[in-house]
């Protein structure tokens, strides 16, 4: 497991995880982000990520696309992405934008990572 200033990022067997440390979640994280993304699906070769937003009570609209970028490179591998979200306003904010059509949101990080798992 790496744990990188903002972020810990780790495997599950063929599971990439992103934690995301920061309570605030926006676009100073983004490229941050989009560099771990791009290291997990490329380096590490994974084709399912967890992202954990846990601790996240804000998010904006260019770390949600952050998350979309991630989800277009995976589904052209098969690949698939879920979030943990225990915020309500986060919550919120991924139903908004309906993200839930493109990939899972949990409030349980046992829930999300069982479903990477089947």
């Known amino acids: 497991m790496d744990n990188i200033n903002n972020f810990i990022i780790g495997e599950i067997g063929d599971i990439c995880k992103i934690e995301v440390l920061h309570h ?9 982000l989009k560099k771990f993304i791009d290291e997990v699906i490329q380096k590490r070769k ?18 949600l696309g952050a998350i979309v970028y991630a989800h277009k490179i995976l589904s052209n591998l098969n690949g698939k992405i879920n979030c943990v979200v225990k915020s309500a306003a986060v919550y919120d904010r991924f ?21 990477l798992q089947d």
């Open 24 to 32: 605030l979640a926006s676009a100073p994280l983004t490229l941050e």
């Open 46 to 63: 994974c084709k399912k990520i967890l992202f954990d937003l846990s601790k996240v009570e804000f998010v904006d609209s260019s770390f």
């Open 95 to 115: 139903m908004i934008s309906q993200l839930d059509r493109l990939f899972k949101v949990f409030s349980s990080y046992d829930e999300a990572l069982e479903d």
